[in-house]
């Protein structure tokens, strides 16, 4: 009884691939946005009022960036480290990082992208604070700050963690 509950734990991580399937239909959203907001950035430099109009534009592009690589990080690792490795032929183009990130370090690596995206935010809001509310910037602010330090801790106990595995 106990080696068939075993195996059935075991042999449910695959049901973690429909998830890992659905952020690729994600990302495919993540990359129809991107062309939408390129063709819109066009209309910024051509039409805007300002150069700011601009500038926004291109930070919601390295916005989406952002979360894309996210995604794709999260979708590939994640399925290396959970469900199965993933086999490359010799000629095959392979991720530096392919089979290198544990949890942990995904982790961190997540949290990093998380403050990268919410400074992206931040400097938007700031670059059209004539249209938003001081309370609005605090809580912006105070949020982006909570991102920050909760990375920078989490970086922290992983270096901690991982100082712990080198000493033994």
Do not use: Q
């Amino acid at each position: 009884m106990e080696r068939l509950i075993e195996r059935t734990l075991y042999a449910s991580r695959w049901l973690l691939v429909p998830m890992y399937l659905c952020l690729a239909i994600v990302l495919i959203a993540f990359t129809v946005r991107f062309g939408v907001e390129v063709v819109h950035m066009f209309d910024y430099a051509l039409f805007g009022e300002s150069e700011a109009d601009l500038i926004l534009a291109a930070l919601s592009l390295v916005d989406l960036t952002l979360v894309g690589s996210l995604v794709v990080m999260v979708m590939i690792s994640g399925y290396e480290n959970f469900v199965s490795r993933i086999e490359l032929g010799e000629d095959d183009e392979k991720l530096s990082w392919l089979g290198k990130l544990d949890s942990g370090t995904l982790k961190v690596k997540v949290a990093a992208s998380i403050v990268a995206i919410s400074s992206i935010h931040l400097l938007k809001s700031f670059m059209d604070a004539d249209k938003v509310s001081n309370d609005k910037l605090m809580w912006l602010v105070i949020i982006h700050l909570t991102f920050v330090i909760s990375a920078v801790l989490m970086g922290w106990l992983d270096k901690l963690s991982f100082a712990g595995k080198a000493k033994d």
